[in-house]
């Protein structure tokens, strides 16, 4: 049975382009494995907080010395890389905020990221302890930021890739909705986009 870990990170709720785009994602992929189990992480309702001296004095006190305000202070970190750990398949929809991705999907991020833990160094370099995943990023954008001129500004793929395969999630398959503020697109933008995702072969 494949574990589905689905991470939506808009402020927008239902309204977002990115979860309506993870969502058609998760459908297909229920279909794919229709004994699959599903988790829903809703970053946008239910934000992790942002790092500070608490949090990484807690990081890396070694569990034996850890007092019961550290582990506490830990816990959410903690649940995140056990459910991020058990997930077969990961699905995060990324909304493109100021040519980055949004500052709650970060915060996640940080809480997974932790030395010793989901990542470690070795005489050959870092390496990288989340492995064996299938992760999907669900990209939403008002511009195209894929190609063209406004390519370099995007940081949410680039960021990304290069993180969560720091981690070790190397396998990321990207979908995107674009254009969805520019006028002759817009209208047609989702369904463009949904329709990938219906003919990709899961």
Request: aromatic share 10%; charged share 20%.
């Given at each position: ?8 990170s808009?402020?927008?709720?239902e ?5 309506k ?7 297909k992929?229920?279909?794919?494995y ?7 992480l809703d970053l946008?309702k239910?934000?992790f907080p942002?790092l ?8 890396f ?11 506490e202070?830990i816990?959410?970190s903690n649940?995140?890389i056990?459910?991020?750990m058990?997930?077969?398949i990961?699905?995060?929809?990324v ?8 500052s709650?999907?970060?915060s996640?991020i940080d809480h997974?990221a932790r030395a ?26 008002g511009g195209?930021?894929s190609?063209?001129p406004m390519?370099?500004f995007?940081?949410t793929?680039t960021?990304?890739r290069?993180v969560l395969?720091f981690?070790?999630?190397t396998?990321i398959?990207v979908?995107r ?10 209208d ?6 949904l ?8």
């Amino acid at each position: 049975m494949k574990k589905i870990l689905n991470i939506t990170s808009s402020a927008k709720g239902e309204n977002s382009f990115s979860s309506k785009l993870s969502t058609s994602i998760v459908e297909k992929l229920q279909t794919q494995y229709p004994d699959s189990s599903l988790q829903t992480l809703d970053l946008g309702k239910n934000p992790f907080p942002h790092l500070d001296e608490v949090h990484l004095a807690a990081f890396f006190t070694p569990e034996n010395l850890q007092t019961d305000d550290d582990k506490e202070t830990i816990k959410i970190s903690n649940e995140a890389i056990k459910e991020t750990m058990e997930a077969d398949i990961i699905v995060i929809s990324v909304p493109l905020y100021n040519f980055g991705i949004p500052s709650t999907l970060k915060s996640w991020i940080d809480h997974i990221a932790r030395a010793g833990v989901t990542f470690t160094y070795t005489e050959n370099g870092p390496e990288g302890l989340i492995k064996n995943k299938k992760v999907y990023l669900a990209i939403a954008s008002g511009g195209i930021y894929s190609e063209g001129p406004m390519k370099p500004f995007d940081f949410t793929e680039t960021y990304l890739r290069a993180v969560l395969g720091f981690l070790g999630m190397t396998d990321i398959t990207v979908f995107r909705v674009e254009g969805t503020v520019i006028p002759e697109i817009k209208d047609t933008a989702v369904t463009k986009a949904l329709g990938i995702v219906t003919e990709f072969a899961f």
